[in-house]
């Protein structure tokens, strides 16, 4: 990777019938350009009852995977940057409406049966899934593990498996969701144990010189549910099944979750897992600002960080971050070419207000000497 900048997997709720749409190449296609050294998919279901919503993406057809391997062909094609996708499913919080009609209400109608490790509702307004049976959880590893093939087809250079928020594999892993009573219920490696085995189907896939990550929820914010200290102990065993890094979440496993909010407010979750378990980590949550990235990276915290919501407002935020720190350093950038002018108006902007800035703070020091010189006179 070319920095240390991924664009977070974020739900754009574009899709038709799974297959992303010419939004998502441009949406993802401007990301790319716009200097980040890893761009991610939104989480990408593997069978159409997987999917949180009507419009959110999918892979497990034909039409989907040429859809997905014409925006991973343009990346590669138009830019210096990675593209990975998120795999997951989910789970007890699926069959809702998109995010702007209201996040995690279930639809109207047409609601699609839902799958979880209990059967438990995520919340009352929302339907009860069904409890996975033996037969359930190996067709679901059968569809994780196709998903990866067509992700390789596609090209992809970066996978991950979404082990977080409440949803289907998560909800294996938290004891708030997780109240089975057979091999796959208790302990937290008997929780642990599912979402291993569609690690490992899937680790046994795609290839070892690609990267795999996890992503999981390091800390549920209610009574009773994962701790940062579980955290720490969930990372061990996805590590030792063979994941490359773990992205470093938090949180939505219930709607009785109470987070504390605050700057780079997940990143002490990660900082934890990266120097108590050894593994790379990638911190995730209000991380808003150049400087944030720079100090979580250069302090040991994590080894990448995921900027979300800048990244929506700001297509190219990591071009103009890097332009901010240093304007030298961004000169020689990997700014598109076609863009490259705009750079430079942007460079010499940057110089002009750090003059203008400059000769306001001698601004105060030259009156402060005017006025003693007069009183001296």
Excluded at 23 to 30: E, K, N, Q, T, Y
Excluded at 52 to 77: E, K, S, Y
Excluded at 251 to 278: C, H, L, W
């Amino acid at each position: 990777l070319k920095n240390r900048i991924v664009v977070s997997p974020m739900a754009t709720y574009s899709a038709v019938d799974g297959v992303p749409q010419d939004f998502h190449l441009v949406h993802l296609g401007a990301r790319a350009l716009g200097g980040a050294a890893l761009v991610m998919v939104e989480m990408t279901s593997p069978t159409p009852e997987g999917r949180i919503t009507p419009a959110c993406t999918g892979l497990w057809n034909d039409a989907q995977q040429a859809a997905f391997t014409r925006i991973v062909n343009f990346v590669h094609g138009s830019s210096t940057a990675k593209i990975g996708l998120q795999l997951g499913h989910s789970g007890p919080k699926g069959s809702t409406r998109v995010g702007w009609e209201g996040t995690d209400e279930p639809l109207p109608d047409g609601n699609w049966p839902l799958l979880a490790a209990s059967a438990l509702a995520y919340g009352e307004q929302n339907q009860a899934p069904a409890a996975m049976t033996r037969t359930d959880m190996d067709g679901m590893t059968a569809a994780f593990t196709d998903s990866a093939r067509r992700a390789l087809a596609c090209g992809f250079d970066w996978l991950e498996l979404h082990c977080a928020h409440g949803y289907l594999l998560a909800s294996f892993i938290s004891p708030i969701t997780n109240q089975r009573t057979d091999e796959y219920g208790g302990s937290i490696d008997n929780r642990c144990r599912y979402p291993l085995e569609v690690f490992a189907a899937v680790r046994a896939v795609w290839p070892a010189d690609k990267p795999l990550s996890v992503r999981i929820s390091a800390h549920d914010w209610a009574p009773g549910g994962t701790t940062p200290d579980d955290a720490v102990q969930i990372a061990r065993l996805f590590k030792a099944a063979g994941a490359d890094l773990i992205d470093v979440s938090s949180g939505q496993t219930t709607r009785a979750a109470k987070p504390v909010y605050g700057r780079m407010y997940q990143t002490p979750f990660s900082d934890r897992i990266r120097n108590e378990v050894g593994i790379a980590t990638m911190a995730v949550g209000a991380i808003s600002e150049a400087d944030h990235a720079n100090s979580i990276v250069a302090a040991g915290r994590a080894d990448l960080c995921a900027i979300a919501r800048p990244h929506l407002a700001d297509p190219a935020w990591t071009l103009h971050a890097a332009a901010q720190l240093s304007p030298v350093a961004a000169a020689h950038t990997d700014w598109p070419v076609q863009y490259a002018s705009g750079r430079d108006q942007m460079l010499r902007e940057i110089a002009k207000q750090k003059q203008v800035a400059a000769l306001a703070a001698q601004a105060p020091s030259a009156t402060k000497n005017r006025a003693s010189a007069e009183e001296e006179g």
